[in-house]
Structure formats: C-alpha cells, structure tokens
C-alpha cells in the first residue's frame, strides 16, 4: 500500500504524518507537490495540518483550487481512502468531499491541548482498530475548528453514524454536537480537527492515535461502506 | 530622483540628529572617512548602521566581556545565530532578540515580526528552526485594561507567526512588574538543526557574483526602525508608528522551504546569505561585503518595491519583512531562480560584486552613494560611556534586612499562586502550538522545553530566564543569579548546559547609572558564563528601554541550551510515586530583597541580595546532573520566584499525590524566600542514602511523597496542610481570571 502525503504551501504538519506512517507503522509514504495533476499509483491520500496559503481569505478556501485536487477527488470516488486532519479536514470540507465548514474557535483563540474524545464509529476503515464508544485522548491545535451545518446536514450525519469523533467533557471550540470528526456516506473519507499523528509515541505524551493509522493499513485498497 | 537635500543643507540643518547620529559622528564621517560632505542617502544609512541595534557602538567594550569560545562553539557572535556542536556530524543553531519597542507601540505586529525575525536568523544559517521560546515582561495587568489588551495581543502575535510557520514553541516566561507598564519586553528565542556541512555565512565576495534579492516586496514601512530601536519613548511616541514592520508569516513559510533548499541540495550555488532585519537592505548587503572583503554595486531601480515613488533612502532603510539577500556564484542566477519560482517568490538580481572595497548606489541614472564599505560597518566609533553606581545600591547594603513573619503559611500560599508571575500562564502558552513537528517531549509548563532529535537518541533543551528585580537591586549578583536560574532550568530535566543566547534590556545608557547597571550586570553574567563553561554564542541589545525618562528594570534575559544524551532519561518536574523520598537541596535563608513576597506585601522591591558563589553552584548542578544521568533522580524542580512553596506545588499540581514534610527549621515566612542554588528532587527509597551521599551537606531529607493529595508541613511553630486540588485550582484560574476581568 502506497500513501500520499499532499504539500501545499503552507502546510506543516506533513512532517508529522510522514513519520507517523514510515517512522512508527513502516508504511510506504510518499510527499506529493499540491502542483501535481495525478495520484496514480496511490492507495490513500493525506491532507495535513497546517495553515495552507496561510489560510488567507479563509481556511482551506484557496487549497481547493490547487492543480492536485482533481486527483484526490478522483480517488475518493474510487472509494480508495481520503484522510485530512486539522487543515487538512477544513480543505476536505472547502473541495466538498465532506460537508459542513469549520468556523473560528468560541474563545476566539488559538488552542493547543490535549482533549478526550469519544469514538462513535468503529465501522469505518479508519478506526476499525478502536472500540466502539471508547474515550480516547488526541491533541489539538487550531483556531477555527468550531464544525457547523445546517440542522439537516446535522441530523443526517447523526443518522448515517458519519460522525466519527465526538468531543467528550469538553468541547473545546463550539461545535455543533460536539463533533471532532466526520467521514462521508461511503466512509472511505475522514476529516478530524484532532492530531492523531501527534500522539502515535509515549515520548510524546501518548498512543491513542496510532490505531488510527494501523486501521487505515489495515484496510489497504479495500473499499468501505459505513 | 533628486534628493531630498544638498549636502551643504545637510550640514546646515542637521537632519541626521533626528535620525540619532550625533554631530560629532557626523564630522567624523565627513572629516576623517569620506574627506567630504556625505550625501542625504549617505548620511541616512550611517545613522542606520551607526546607531546602536546596528553597530552596539556603546555596548561593544562591554560585550567583549563574555566568553564566546569552547569545545564545542563553532560559530559565536558576529554572525546570524551562534552554532553548537552537539556531536554526530550536528550542530545546533540558536539566537534570541528583542522587539521590545515594536511591542510596545504595536503588540500584535511586534511580537510577530520579532519571531519572523529571529526565525530568519536561524534559517540564514543554513538550519531549519525545530523550536521557539518566548520571554515576556508586562506592566501589571490588574485594574489596566490596556495593558491585559497589549499582553493579549503580543502573546497572539508570538502564536499566530510561529504556528503558522509550523514551528512549536515550547516554552519561555512571563512576568508583571509595574517597570514594564510603558515599556513592554518582548523576547523572542529560536532554535534550528542542522548538518555541520550546511553551515552558511552572512558573506559575499567573487567579482562578478550576483546579489539576490528574494522574498516580499520594499514598502515604506518600518524606515529608521533601527534608529527608533535606539531612542527611548516619550509621550510623543504615537507619531512613531509608522516604524512598526506587519509580518506575513506565509511568505516567510515559504521562503524558508525556498532557502532550506538550496542551502541543503545546491550549496555550491551560494556564496552567502543573510536576512533584511534592522536597517533593511543596507544592513543586510553591506554585513556581507565586509565579511567577504569586498565592494558592491547594487541598481535599486530592480529592488521589488510595493510603492511608487520611494527615494533610495527609503529603499535603502525600509525594514519591510520576509526579504532575504543572496550573494549567488555568476551563472548559477537562473538555477537559484527555477528554485523560488517553485515557491512563487519574487527573486531579482539586484547587483554584482566587485573588487574595489566600495558600497555604490544606482537610482533613477544617478549614483546616490559611493562610500568604502568599512566606512558604514567597520569604521563606527565606539561611545565611551561612563558609569556611577546608583546610589540606591548604597543605602540598600545599609538598610538592615527586611524579614517578613507570615502568620498563616497556607493563606500566604493561595495568595502567592495567585501572583501573575507565578500563576500558571497555561492561559498563554496554550494559544501556542507547542507540538508540531512532533518531537515536543517537554512542552510549556517545565522548568526548561525539551526536544528530541529525531533518529538520535539526544535530546536538546531549551530555557529563558531574567528576573529584572533582582538585577535592579544588585546587578553583579542579579546577572549571575540570571545565569544561576538559567543552568539549573536545564539540569533540572536532566540536561548538560552548553552555551547561551542573551537580550541584553536595559534603559538609556547615556545614564550613568543604567550604564553601570549595563556593565556590572554583564560582569555578573560572564562571570558566570566562565565558571559553568556555557560561551555566549549570539545575543542582542536593547538599550533605551525607557518611557517617559522612567526605565525599566535592567532585565538581562538568557537563552540557554543543554544537551540531553539520553532522550528516555528526561527528568520530570512533577513527583512521581508515592512513597518516594523528597530532598530539599540548598540552603534557605532570609532572601526576601526583590522576593515575590516582597512585592505582594510591600508593593515595591528592596534591599541588598546575599552574594553568591558560582563555583559552589556549579558544583551542585554538577553532582545533581550526574544523579539524574545515573538513574537516580525521579523528578527535579527549580526553586524560583515564589520559593520552596511554589515549588512544592507545582511539583504535585497535574498529579494525584501529596507530600508530608518536616520543614521545622524554617520560619512560615522562609517557605517564601528567594534563595538560589535549590532544588527539590524526589528519589526512590532506595536511593535515598546513595543520593544522600553523593549530595552530602547540599542535600537534606525533607520528608516523602504521599498518597493523598495533601501537601503538609511541620513549619517552625506552624503546621501547613493544604488540599493540592484547592492550590491548583487557584494556580490555574488566576491568569485567566485577570485577563477576562473587567475592572
């Protein structure tokens, strides 16, 4: 299984889920320029964090027009697995792969801390190493990770278990049902403002995110439903 | 463009004085460098490279007190950053600087035009810059809405720029003295890795070689920011605005990745490289000509410029950010431009050097400066200064000792979490992002940030310490305590001290008084630097720290950094297991001058400071040091503002333990002193006689860890006993509490 990691300028936590993958699960992982037009050759794709064109204008807004974004759609659609955390979700949400948008923070800050989520849904391919409802603690990082929809949107993500991560105890910037993260019908696509990446080592404070990336192994080219 | 006056009217009407060149400098450069009248766009960049954040022209002779050299130093002062030697082929690279007066005018765009700078120092050297630290010093925030809204916006301008360019930052300090109240600190530290064979040089030379101009384009903003760095404030200072640079952290993002590039896959391409800080493009490319003993020749009619209409001085002084200078080898010009254009940067060969020692100036067909290149770096005359010792220092050693009692130790305490400086600045630091990158295995909170290198098993830690009251009260002993606090930040997490950074905050010292206080301090500082065998490699001034005539506290900050041979054997600050045994090590005595306690019951600071011996320090953090490299040593705290109770505290808030102690030789009042040379460490049982040993007198068993989360101590004619829940709770809440208040 080959992993693409995208870069757009800006992005910085693509380090980050490099070494997550190749560093700590041995996985075959590739940087991949946001000027390229093709993802041929790719298995999965991943949207780090970071502040994409210095998320002028607003977050994700200006990614979206990038050369590589057919492509990742395109892969998406043959239900191969699409994965964006932080920026990288706020990217998915502006191209239209996931819905909903992510608005500033309540406390109008930046915050970066450790919070306790829950695990709604195990049945996706990327959390099928979890169990079900189990509380897990990933860090945070961003200042416009508040997710809104509208009440439709809301109430069919609820009904189709596409909320993956919810916050639990607290919820750290406003969003609407506490939602931390969500995956599309198909649940081949996932978005989180949470960092699993950032907690894959105890010499970083934590594991809790590596399930996350050995699910996604797992599951290689296999095509889920959720 | 015609210029803006003749020479003779230059002469006659002395503009330069507003610029802070002095008449007498003036002269000199006329009579004795150029043997004529310097042109207005000469005479502009002389006040630029002749004022003091450019040419430290006061300073100097008392910088050449620090040691830079040692074992491991393979660059020291002189250059962007210093470079450190930390085995396997690596090197890391670190600098501080200040942008205390930006800050103070703008905070937002202050603060972070001062991490866009100190983040192109690194960078320029060939490093990539893996952590930043900040070091912060407001006016009291209590009843001053103006002052909570300035520390609100300089903390969010540190963040936004360092988050944005993906680099953690790990730690730092802040601290609330009303010396602050017109004259805000702010101190920004970064530190980079790199390949020893990547090392870059601020340098240019090879006739014919081009000079590159890359990044954001020259706009009218922050001209004579050098020159506004190097005058002190007074009420006029609303008209001085226009000096304050505005930071895209964006563009810098990518000229970095740009930079890194070309330094790591093409260094045969590039000669030198060095970033636009203060005084802008002359700074930057005249640096470079003298360190390559060379002459340039620049058109800057081909500078990017943002606006119409810019005279050359405004080119020439613009201190506009994200811009880097390359000196390229002739006919590698394209290959360097195929690299930024990835990057969609602008990249413009402005000149070429030559051979002939001379700085020349085409604008507009005409040549508007044709000086030797010494002239504006070499040549600037050092200021004598003279210094008196203030008198207060006087009375203070005659003055008997002020020793507080304190009737009710735990209320004292509540009330002492509850100080600004003390308090928990969680509040701050978790606006930033201190994780990306991750290799963040201390982050804000510790006694000093703690990094791994990733595929090594080092680790690199990181501190800034400066406590303003205790220098203003004794400024040998208060710059060697600065140097004392630093070192054991660092052993405290079980790190070996190497070197250090320094911003050097100070008032206007044309002020004999400050000048003593500026000299004496530093004396304290090297001092120490000599004895704990950690060189000065980089550092900064800022001088003219003052607002209204009133100057702050002297405020030496230092950057220290301290290699971790093992990354698994970081020593925690928080206690560990209950059970385990707690040593207080040092000696308590009645240190109360310039004391927390002090100033929350006196409402001011006084008195004279203990001395202290530096090789009885350094010995103790070395004993300590080898104990934690052993195994021996479960967690390490500093003692620090607010003493051994702070101390306590904050070694059990974020655990579920307690501690039960027998501190009956101290009075209520001393679990509040301000001693140095302490520690509180806890140890296994089973170590504790080994340690004990290995500490001899340094060290005395004060009691254990417990399973309950009490904190109790037998005080003399006193009993403590706090629920540790009810101080953390205090501790945390206090900060935000102030910020959001709004009285």
């Known amino acids: ?226 | 463009m015609k210029q803006a006056m003749t020479p003779e009217e230059i002469k006659e009407k002395k503009p330069y004085i507003d610029w802070s060149l002095t008449e007498h400098e003036y002269n000199y450069i006329a009579d004795k460098l150029l043997h004529r009248l310097p042109n207005y766009t000469e005479t502009g960049l002389f006040s630029a490279m002749w004022s003091e954040h450019c040419s430290y022209k006061k300073s100097k002779p008392v910088l050449r007190l620090f040691p830079n050299k040692g074992k491991r130093i393979l660059q020291g002062p002189g250059e962007g950053a210093g470079v450190v030697d930390i085995d396997d082929g690596q090197a890391v690279v670190f600098k501080a600087e200040s942008h205390n007066h930006p800050t103070t005018v703008e905070p937002y765009q202050g603060a972070a035009t001062g991490v866009g700078g100190i983040l192109r120092d690194i960078f320029s050297m060939g490093a990539r810059p893996i952590a930043s630290l900040d070091s912060l010093h407001f006016g009291e925030i209590a009843h001053d809405a103006t002052m909570r809204y300035k520390a609100e916006q300089t903390v969010k301008g540190v963040g936004d720029y360092g988050n944005c360019m993906g680099i953690p930052t790990i730690g730092g300090e802040t601290t609330f003295d009303p010396c602050y109240q017109g004259n805000i600190l702010l101190n920004a530290f970064n530190l980079g890795i790199m390949d020893q064979k990547n090392m870059e040089r601020g340098q240019a030379s090879g006739v014919g070689n081009a000079v590159m101009y890359v990044g954001a384009k020259t706009g009218r903003d922050g001209i004579h920011g050098a020159t506004f760095a190097s005058k002190d404030f007074s009420k006029e200072h609303a008209t001085q605005r226009s000096a304050v640079q505005v930071g895209d952290p964006f563009m810098e993002k990518l000229l970095m990745e740009a930079c890194l590039e070309i330094i790591e896959e093409h260094p045969e391409w590039l000669v030198g490289i060095q970033d636009m800080g203060a005084a802008g493009i002359v700074s930057s490319s005249a640096e470079m000509a003298s360190e390559g003993k060379s002459g340039m020749d620049l058109n800057l009619d081909l500078v990017p410029q943002r606006e119409p209409n810019m005279s050359a001085y405004e080119i020439m002084l613009s201190e506009s950010q994200e811009r880097m200078l390359l000196c390229v080898k002739k006919g590698h010009e394209d290959d360097v431009k195929k690299v930024f254009d990835y990057y969609d940067l602008e990249v413009v060969t402005i000149g070429r050097i030559t051979d002939d020692g001379m700085y020349v100036l085409h604008h507009d067909g005409q040549v508007v400066c044709n000086i030797p290149v010494h002239t504006l770096v070499d040549d600037v005359l050092e200021e004598p200064s003279e210094e008196r010792e203030p008198a207060r220092l006087q009375q203070a050693r005659q003055a008997p000792a002020w020793v507080p009692e304190v009737a009710n130790a735990g209320a004292m305490l509540k009330q002492m979490l509850q100080q600004p400086t003390i308090a928990s600045d969680r509040y701050f630091t978790q606006q930033y992002d201190s994780q990306v990158r991750t290799s963040t295995v201390v982050g804000p909170g510790s006694d000093a940030g703690v990094l791994r290198v990733r595929g090594t098993k080092k680790g690199i830690a990181m501190t800034n310490d400066g406590n303003g009251r205790f220098v203003y009260l004794d400024p040998y002993i208060g710059g060697a305590r600065a140097m004392a606090e630093a070192a054991a930040n660092i052993v405290a997490c079980g790190a070996e001290p190497l070197a250090i950074t320094d911003c050097l905050n100070y008032g206007d010292p044309n002020d004999p008084e400050i000048f003593y206080e500026l000299h004496h301090s530093v004396m304290g500082m090297a001092d120490a630097c000599k004895e704990f065998e950690t060189p000065v490699v980089s550092g900064n001034v800022s001088l003219y720290n003052e607002n209204d005539d009133k100057a702050i506290h002297p405020t030496p900050m230092v950057g220290m950094v301290g290699l971790v041979h093992d990354i698994n054997h970081v020593i925690p600050m928080k206690a560990q297991q209950a059970g385990n045994v707690v040593f207080l090590l040092g000696q308590t005595g009645d240190d109360f001058a310039g004391s927390e306690l002090q100033k929350m019951l006196q409402g001011d600071i006084s008195g004279a400071l203990a001395p202290l011996n530096l090789k009885d320090v350094h010995q103790h953090l070395k004993k300590l040091l080898k104990l934690e490299q052993d195994g021996l040593v479960q967690s390490t705290h500093d003692l620090s503002e607010g003493g051994l109770g702070v101390a306590l505290a904050e070694t059990l808030f974020h655990t579920e333990l307690g501690m039960k102690l027998d501190l009956a030789d101290l009075t209520a009042a001393q679990l509040f002193s301000e001693s140095p040379d302490r520690f509180v460490i806890t140890v296994k049982a089973e170590h504790a006689v080994e340690v004990q040993q290995a500490l001899g007198d340094y060290a005395k068993q004060v009691g254990t860890v417990t399973a309950d989360h009490r904190l109790q101590a037998q005080m003399r004619g006193q009993y403590l006993n706090e629920n540790v829940a009810t101080l953390e709770k205090v501790y945390e809440e206090a900060l935000p509490c102030l910020m959001k208040s709004k009285a």
Do not use: W
């Open chain 1, 1 to 226: 299984m080959k992993i693409a990691v995208i870069v757009f300028p800006g992005s910085n936590c693509d380090v980050d889920i490099y070494e997550a993958l190749h560093s700590v699960c041995g996985a075959q992982v590739e940087y991949v320029s946001h000027k390229a037009t093709s993802l041929t050759g790719f298995d999965a794709v991943m949207l780090p964090g970071g502040f994409s064109y210095g998320d002028y204008l607003r977050c994700g807004a200006i990614a979206r027009f990038a050369n590589i974004i057919p492509a990742i759609k395109k892969m998406a659609s043959e239900g191969k697995l699409v994965f964006g955390t932080c920026n990288g979700f706020q990217i998915l949400t502006e191209m239209g792969l996931l819905p909903g948008a992510l608005k500033q923070n309540d406390s109008m800050q930046f915050v970066c801390k450790p919070v306790s989520l829950t695990v709604e849904n195990n049945r996706t391919p990327f959390t099928s190493r979890y169990q079900q409802n189990v509380e897990i603690t990933l860090p945070i990082a961003h200042g416009d990770g508040s997710f809104y929809a509208d009440s439709a949107t809301i109430d069919k993500l609820e009904q189709n278990h596409q909320v993956v991560f919810r916050y639990a105890h607290e919820n750290p910037n406003g969003s609407l049902n506490d939602i931390a993260g969500i995956c599309n019908e198909r649940g081949n696509v996932l978005g989180m403002m949470p960092h699993p990446e950032r907690a894959v080592e105890e010499i970083l404070g934590g594991t809790d995110g590596l399930p996350l990336f050995k699910s996604l192994l797992d599951h290689g080219t296999v095509k889920a439903e959720a």
